[in-house]
């Protein structure tokens, strides 16, 4: 269970290609095909045999593509192999240090909107990342933020061809848009709808996450701990948090974004990009990026930035821990 006192957070990543000075290898654990296109009828150029290391430089969909002396080629990533670390000083025998969930801290489209049900995925979510592929960034690059897609909207959408038929079931109405079960008192159910209303209408890729990431919401005594569930995705709140003193619009602002930030370690959890149920400093900076994101799409202005980002900031100093 998250537990908070000031809550905050969804997850906005940054993508990109690999970082400068990384360089990211495959080794092999079986017989596999190299081919000169990213497709299984394309033609297999080379069969390399167990123990063979890779330099990977690029991703697309479901494919690795790879240098082998001075051939650039195609390998599918559902092959058995390991991800290793190579330099001069380093050896390819050895695997990386950590596994491929948390190697790259969090670096997984699993963590924004694909829906990772196994490692084949996993793997593949973790490369989609690193070449900037999770789909996210382009929809926040459109003036108007429109969702026009099903894949924003809780469809598993693993490559090109399901994003595909993603924008068709959009374009005719064939998307299965969940629901969040609301129980409280009248006025915390309204308020709570109010929340949800102004991230459709002015962050909807951000309400499609937070629909996603929540199956309930429970108005609770306030002497008991607020925070997500992330096994159950219950996220319970005091109806207080409704009601405190803020100019305009800021309480609603504070409370649309407070969604966003439980539904992201709901995701975080079930992305397992951290694996476990205690939140963690790390987890909590992560997440509360995102609810600085998701508060200036609604209001650049908003009341509360200024504190998100005194938190982000401060994030390391118990005095500003609130979980």
Same mark, same amino acid.
């Given at each position: 269970?998250?537990?908070?006192?000031?809550?905050?957070?969804?997850?906005?990543l940054v993508?990109g290609?690999?970082?400068?000075?990384?360089?990211?290898?495959?080794?092999?654990d079986?017989?596999?095909?190299?081919?000169?296109a990213?497709?299984?009828?394309g033609?297999?150029?080379?069969?390399?045999?167990?123990?063979?290391v890779?330099?990977?430089?690029?991703?697309?969909?479901?494919?690795?593509?790879?240098?082998?002396g001075?051939?650039?080629?195609?390998?599918a990533?559902w092959?058995?192999?390991?991800?290793?670390?190579?330099?001069?000083?380093a050896?390819p025998?050895t695997? !990386?240090?950590?596994?491929?969930?948390?190697?790259?801290?969090?670096?997984?489209?699993c963590?924004?909107?694909?829906?990772c049900?196994?490692?084949?995925?996993?793997?593949?979510?973790s490369w989609?990342?690193?070449?900037?592929r999770?789909?996210?960034?382009?929809?926040?690059?459109?003036?108007?933020y429109r969702?026009?897609n099903?894949?924003?909207l809780?469809?598993?959408?693993y490559?090109?061809?399901?994003?595909r038929?993603?924008?068709?079931?959009?374009q005719?109405?064939q998307?299965?848009?969940?629901?969040?079960?609301?129980?409280g008192?009248?006025?915390?159910?309204h308020? !709570?709808h109010?929340?949800?209303? !102004?991230?459709k209408?002015?962050?909807?890729?951000w309400?499609?996450?937070?629909i996603?990431?929540?199956?309930?919401i429970?108005e609770?005594p306030e002497?008991?701990?607020?925070?997500?569930?992330?096994?159950?995705r219950?996220?319970?709140?005091?109806?207080?948090?409704?009601h405190?003193?803020a100019?305009g619009?800021?309480?609603?602002?504070?409370?649309a974004?407070?969604?966003?930030h439980?539904a992201c370690?709901?995701?975080?959890?079930e992305?397992?990009v951290?694996?476990?149920?205690?939140?963690?400093a790390a987890?909590?900076?992560?997440?509360t990026?995102?609810q600085l994101s998701?508060a200036?799409?609604?209001d650049?202005?908003?009341y509360?930035?200024?504190?998100?980002?005194?938190?982000i900031?401060n994030?390391?100093?118990?005095?500003?821990?609130?979980?």
């Amino acid at each position: 269970m998250r537990v908070r006192a000031f809550s905050a957070i969804v997850v906005f990543l940054v993508f990109g290609g690999l970082a400068s000075g990384q360089s990211y290898h495959v080794r092999v654990d079986s017989e596999t095909n190299l081919r000169d296109a990213n497709r299984l009828d394309g033609s297999i150029v080379e069969t390399i045999p167990a123990g063979t290391v890779l330099p990977v430089i690029n991703w697309a969909a479901d494919w690795l593509k790879v240098v082998r002396g001075r051939r650039r080629l195609w390998m599918a990533d559902w092959v058995n192999y390991t991800l290793v670390e190579f330099s001069e000083d380093a050896d390819p025998n050895t695997a !990386m240090p950590a596994t491929i969930d948390t190697q790259f801290h969090g670096e997984s489209c699993c963590a924004v909107e694909w829906l990772c049900e196994n490692e084949r995925t996993r793997v593949s979510a973790s490369w989609a990342f690193r070449f900037g592929r999770c789909h996210v960034e382009t929809a926040y690059l459109k003036p108007d933020y429109r969702v026009y897609n099903c894949c924003f909207l809780g469809r598993p959408c693993y490559g090109d061809r399901a994003w595909r038929k993603g924008f068709t079931g959009f374009q005719n109405y064939q998307c299965k848009v969940r629901t969040v079960e609301i129980t409280g008192s009248d006025e915390f159910i309204h308020r !709570m709808h109010q929340a949800f209303a !102004m991230l459709k209408h002015r962050a909807p890729v951000w309400y499609a996450y937070a629909i996603s990431g929540l199956d309930s919401i429970t108005e609770i005594p306030e002497s008991y701990p607020i925070g997500v569930h992330v096994r159950s995705r219950q996220f319970q709140e005091h109806a207080s948090a409704l009601h405190f003193d803020a100019p305009g619009e800021a309480r609603i602002v504070w409370m649309a974004s407070v969604l966003a930030h439980e539904a992201c370690h709901v995701h975080l959890y079930e992305a397992k990009v951290f694996r476990t149920t205690d939140t963690s400093a790390a987890e909590e900076k992560l997440c509360t990026e995102v609810q600085l994101s998701v508060a200036d799409i609604i209001d650049p202005t908003d009341y509360f930035n200024d504190h998100l980002q005194t938190l982000i900031d401060n994030i390391h100093n118990p005095e500003y821990q609130w979980w």
